[in-house]
């Protein structure tokens, strides 16, 4: 391994190893995250993998040193939860940021790194029927086209912009099966010149070739199995691969991580070392080398992959209950404290 791992979690902050593995650290004392925070998101600044964002039940954290300490930013949204945080691949100071449940679900944008914020103007329903209050999940830049932006909502639709954000369509009517409000991620894959929107809802995964107007799927349940649909990655910079979990439910008792390397096409289950013990909750593949992958599940399982996910690593580690993951190249200077711990 290289670089750090970042493991966001629901009660215990965001734990990291800057070690391949062997040693796992909790938050220091005296940041401006509690060590036993809510964390819900991670991302990181493009050009320079030492910044890297977090979402909390607090608002926004951002840490100069690939996670060894982080400070409260300033912001609007203060006290809010943030469940994602998304940051323009090609332009690191523009920075979109969802909250929600028990907040109200809201869409925030800067473009200034964080010195100006702005409400998106677009109407996000304050209750839903599937989590009583909807949180926005899923956000999506466009690779070719940086006017074109989408969102979503679990539960609360689908969303689009073709304008960086000033205005907002929303569009899941037109997916193809029930439970179409309730999206899990949005990615857009180039693709080699034809470009693939990939919508992950609950139950169903779709792709669309003409930016939204028309889509096609597949449901899990009928092609592996297994019939909650959630978490997807796709390597930095890459033209056709897809990362996605599935597993038999929330939390579920197991899970499935698949790939498709021709965007979304097709798809194929990779092997994994034993039975993940619930639904696999966040991928990520490390920027500078597309062969480290990292996952880890709602109940506290960690793999990581050296091969492009063609072989996995159980990590020794379990966590709480894991809300994103990231593996940034840049190298956390850790001192141990006694909050870490060391596998004998």
């Avoid at 159980?314 to 990231?326: N, Q």
Wanted: hydrophobic share 40%; aromatic share 10%.
């Amino acid at each position: 391994m290289s670089g750090t791992i970042l493991v966001a979690t629901a009660g215990q902050g965001v734990v990291k190893s800057a070690d391949n593995g062997q040693t796992w650290h909790r938050l220091s004392l005296g940041q401006e995250i509690e060590f036993d925070a809510i964390t819900r998101s991670l991302d990181m600044d493009p050009q320079d993998p030492k910044r890297i964002y977090l979402g909390t039940d607090t608002g926004l954290c951002v840490s100069l040193d690939a996670g060894a300490n982080w400070k409260q930013m300033d912001t609007p949204f203060n006290d809010q939860t943030v469940w994602k945080v998304a940051v323009d691949p090609n332009n690191p100071k523009r920075i979109f940021v969802g909250t929600g449940a028990p907040s109200r679900a809201a869409l925030w944008r800067t473009t200034d790194g964080g010195q100006n914020w702005q409400r998106g103007p677009v109407d996000i329903p304050e209750r839903c029927a599937g989590v009583s209050k909807p949180r926005l999940l899923a956000f999506s830049f466009d690779p070719i086209d940086s006017n074109i932006l989408w969102f979503g909502l679990e539960e609360g639709g689908l969303f689009k912009s073709v304008d960086g954000g000033d205005s907002w369509e929303r569009v899941d009517s037109r997916l193809l099966w029930e439970f179409h409000t309730d999206i899990h991620a949005v990615r857009v894959l180039p693709n080699h010149g034809k470009k693939v929107v990939v919508v992950v809802c609950v139950n169903a995964v779709y792709r669309s070739l003409d930016d939204g107007e028309t889509w096609e799927g597949f449901n899990p349940k009928e092609a592996f199995g297994l019939y909650y649909a959630r978490a997807a990655a796709v390597p930095a910079g890459s033209e056709d691969t897809l990362y996605l979990s599935i597993s038999d439910g929330t939390p579920g008792t197991t899970s499935q991580v698949l790939v498709s390397r021709d965007a979304a096409a097709t798809w194929q289950v990779l092997p994994l070392p034993q039975q993940p013990n619930s639904c696999i909750w966040g991928i990520h593949v490390n920027p500078a080398n597309h062969d480290q992958v990292v996952m880890g599940t709602k109940y506290g399982h960690l793999f990581t992959s050296e091969n492009g996910g063609k072989g996995w690593k159980k990590e020794w580690r379990e966590f709480s209950e894991i809300a994103d993951v990231l593996w940034t190249p840049a190298t956390a200077e850790i001192v141990a404290a006694h909050q870490s711990v060391i596998k004998n």
